[in-house]
């Protein structure tokens, strides 16, 4: 199996993160609602409670495939999550608007949509999940009688689309920054691979030069002293220049490479051979 | 006993040790002292510093004192003759950078020819486009 690129684990590991956190926040966040709403008539328990339960399994399908995460299961996770939630407050809402005393409408809708600004995975699925907020909340204001859409505040339900426009704003700037810390990554990664290929290169001509130089005088010394051989190392010094040609190539990789301390004692063999 | 004339090679290699101390006594009939590390280079004593010509390579093992220990050791102890730094590694490298700012002593990339070889001995100064 091929291992993925470490921008890609790590676009995977940030989805996974988020989508982990809109879920909590269902599981730990729903059951307050219980709280807020005691004593209004005619409430049901039990939205609440099945969108904190279903968070909570959802919470446990993520921290299973923890050491596997992926873009595609952090984005069905946190749509299926902002699902419940909105099932959840559809049911509530009509209730709240209905009870007895002032409501402020919407209030789980607006902060729901900012949240989503920031947990989503990607942008699509920010977008799906504000406007899924955002548009519960104009779908229930208009099954709502007249008379009870006159009992709204002012201003309501439109001042969602305040929500909606900062949470788009927040969801297009997070993209944007993560898509940056992304390209410096990957372009840093990029760089790390390059210097150990040149490192590898050089050390690789470094290891060759000695040699190189030994064969070199040692065919001199042989012209030396027996110059019949003269033709055979004729051969061997036009070899040894194709070699030196290829060492010369490899020199331009020596710009490419930021020294450390670590070079100033450096064992080319551990390079080349590995030991 | 050491002689202006008699040439010092430091390299850890053995046989390119062994080959050049041979090319020096064939091709140049002089004599070559041929050491692998800094602690040789020590123990030959005053020896060393009779030499006139002292090829250091800098890189002399990992973990081991390089070649600009053993010129400063060199030229502390009174060494007259001419340094060179044989090298294999990158001009831009660290110990090479360094071994530059030395001034006096001159730093050759192996592999080297006959020619420089021949300069070198000599205590001619290298001109660039000689050979290489």
Known sequence: MIPAAPHETQRSQYSWRGALLA?????????????????IPDMPAWPPLLSSAAGAVLVIV?????????ARLATTVFLLN???????????????????????????????????????????TGIVGIGGFVGMVLLRYATFPPALQRRLPIAEPWVIFIYALFALAMLGYRVHSVALARRVLRIRTESIATQRLARTFLALRDFT????????LSAHIIRARCPELSPVLDRVDRSIDRLYRLNHALAVYESRIDWTDDDLTPDPTVLVVGH | MGHPSDVLFLDDDDDLRATFADL?????????????????????????????????????????????????????????GRIVFLTGHAASHPLVVEARRL?????VSKPVSLDRLTTMLDGQPYEEHASQ
């Open chain 1, 23 to 39: 879920c909590c926040l269902n599981a730990i966040g729903m059951p307050m609602d219980l709280v807020l709403n005691r004593g």
């Open chain 2, 103 to 107: 001034g006096d002593a001159e730093v």
């Open chain 1, 82 to 124: 902002t699902l419940v939630i909105l099932i959840a407050l559809w049911i509530t809402s009509g209730v709240y608007a209905t009870a007895p005393g002032r409501w402020i409408p919407f209030q789980a809708n607006k902060i729901g949509a900012l949240a989503a600004a920031v947990l989503a995975p990607d942008l699509a």
């Open chain 1, 209 to 216: 030069n000695t040699p190189l130089q030994t064969i070199e």
């Open chain 2, 24 to 80: 020096v006594r064939t091709i140049f009939a002089r004599e070559c002292h041929g050491l692998a590390s800094h602690r040789d280079l020590i123990a030959l004593g005053e020896r060393a510093l009779r030499c006139g010509v002292a090829i250091l390579d800098i890189n002399l093992g990992p973990e081991a004192p390089n070649g600009l220990e053993s010129y400063i050791w060199l030229r502390k102890h009174g060494f007259e």
């Open chain 1, 62 to 70: 993520m921290l299973a495939r923890r050491r596997h995460p992926t």
